[in-house]
């Protein structure tokens, strides 16, 4: 089970990392790491350090049988879903930062551009555990224009980066391409957090769009509007809750009870049975099918 980033930073994750790796010191893999580690400190190199970052695939990236049953069995490892070269990785990333931020602070920004499909992942999935982690707000957000899934998912989803750094335009636009690209909204991170008015406005009027050419929505997508209603979104309930589908109706019901506005809690008045489930938990954002 993943567990947040989050509670990876509270948990001092890096640390733990560091223990990890003098558990394991017997390895080739690890010697080969810690003086890659000692060169890119005694003689800072962009190139040495790019290498080295691609390098770990090849060193981690299909372990031995005795280092493999280790990493298997690693309680960090395992805690919060990492594979070994997912793990050297990020402890690359923090250990240069941490030893020569104004040397290596460029060089891990440019990793959005030299960086593989892979090696880009895991710089996106674990940005927030590093040191002084806002300066690397624009490659986040530079990330955001790919359609390549598992790139768009890396920032997008199951990362607390994006609630704590990005501004009101940055999070709208990740949260709207996130809708077009179906991906999973749930896994968003703050989305009740960082609903605003805007944001409502142009859910609006995607689902006008959509509705126009007759295509479907996730229901999901409304739920930052319980929190921020705008002028549109009682006629947009409506059309919820007099066209839509159970999930839509479901939604829609979730929307204007967990409202502040009276004109949403009244279009609602009569759905008791929704409104009971919703009071017992049965029925929420994680739940729209009962």
């Known amino acids: 089970m993943n567990t947040s980033h989050d509670s990876l930073v509270h948990s001092g994750i890096p640390d733990?990392?560091?223990?990890?790796?003098?558990?394991?010191?017997?390895h080739d893999q690890i010697r080969w790491f810690t003086n890659k580690l000692h060169?890119?400190?005694?003689?800072?190199?962009?190139?040495?350090?790019y290498l080295t970052y691609t390098l770990i695939h090849q060193k981690f990236g299909d372990l031995d049988g005795a280092f493999q049953?280790?990493?298997?069995?690693?309680?960090?490892?395992?805690?919060?879903?990492?594979?070994?070269?997912?793990?050297?990785?990020?402890?690359?990333?923090?250990?240069?930062?941490?030893r020569d931020?104004?040397?290596y602070a460029d060089a891990v920004r440019k990793l959005i551009e030299v960086a593989d499909k892979n090696e880009l992942i895991?710089?996106?999935?674990?940005?927030?555990?590093?040191?002084?982690?806002?300066?690397?707000?624009?490659?986040?957000?530079?990330?955001?224009?790919?359609?390549?899934?598992?790139?768009?998912?890396?920032?997008?989803?199951?990362?607390?980066y994006p609630q704590k750094y990005f501004n009101q335009q940055q999070w709208n636009q990740m949260y709207?391409?996130?809708?077009?690209?179906?991906?999973?909204?749930?896994e968003i991170e703050g989305v009740e957090e960082r609903a605003n008015n805007e944001l409502s406005r142009i859910i609006?009027?995607?689902?006008?769009?959509?509705?126009?050419?007759?295509?479907?929505?996730?229901?999901?997508?409304?739920?930052?509007v319980a929190i921020c209603p705008v002028e549109s979104t009682v006629t947009d309930m409506q059309h919820l809750l007099t066209n839509g589908s159970e999930e839509e109706v479901n939604a829609a019901v979730l929307v204007c009870t967990r409202s502040q506005d009276r004109q949403l809690?009244?279009?609602?008045?009569?759905?008791?049975?929704?409104?009971e489930r919703i009071a017992k938990g049965t029925l929420n954002w994680n739940n729209l099918n009962l």
Not at 39 to 49: G, K, Q, V, Y
Not at 71 to 80: E, G, R, W, Y
């Open 122 to 160: 895991t710089f996106l999935k674990f940005l927030d555990l590093l040191p002084e982690a806002d300066r690397f707000c624009d490659a986040a957000v530079q990330a955001l224009r790919t359609n390549i899934e598992p790139v768009f998912d890396a920032i997008a989803l199951r990362n607390s």
């Open 101 to 103: 931020p104004e040397y």
């Open 69 to 98: 049953d280790q990493a298997d069995q690693n309680v960090v490892l395992k805690k919060f879903g990492m594979t070994p070269e997912e793990a050297f990785r990020l402890l690359l990333l923090y250990e240069v930062l941490k």
């Open 176 to 186: 709207l391409k996130a809708a077009f690209m179906q991906r999973p909204l749930l």
């Open 265 to 275: 809690n009244d279009l609602v008045a009569e759905q008791k049975e929704r409104k």
């Open 16 to 26: 733990e990392l560091e223990k990890t790796l003098k558990s394991l010191e017997e």
């Open 39 to 49: 060169d890119l400190f005694e003689n800072p190199s962009a190139r040495e350090f």
């Open 204 to 224: 609006s009027d995607y689902a006008h769009e959509r509705w126009a050419a007759s295509r479907n929505i996730d229901p999901r997508i409304w739920r930052p």
